[in-house]
């Protein structure tokens, strides 16, 4: 799994629709695309990177924006390297 940056900024466009286009500061040409869902406080977005094919699910608090937690590959990131990360609202 790639190691969370603090620099990296990771933008999400949420469609009225359940789909959304996902966008990485670091990957530019590797978008993400997949669909989204509210579990209870959970909005949970999960799709596939355009060059890699890589399933990706990200869990976060809609309320607050804490990050709850990032699956890449199958494999779910360290909770120590989500301490901090934050969604914000634009």
Known sequence: MSD???DMVLTFELK?????????SKE?????IGSWK????LLV?????EKHSEKIIIKFNKSIGKLD???EGGKE??????????VKKN
Not at 16 to 24: A, H, L, Q, R, V
Not at 77 to 86: K, R
């Open 4 to 6: 969370l940056k603090k």
């Open 16 to 24: 009225p629709d359940g789909s959304f286009i996902g966008t990485n």
């Open 28 to 32: 530019k040409d590797d978008d993400l």
């Open 38 to 41: 509210v579990e209870g406080e």
């Open 45 to 49: 977005c999960e799709g596939t990177t």
């Open 69 to 71: 937690s990032v699956t």
């Open 77 to 86: 990131a360290p909770t120590e390297e989500l301490d901090g990360l934050i």
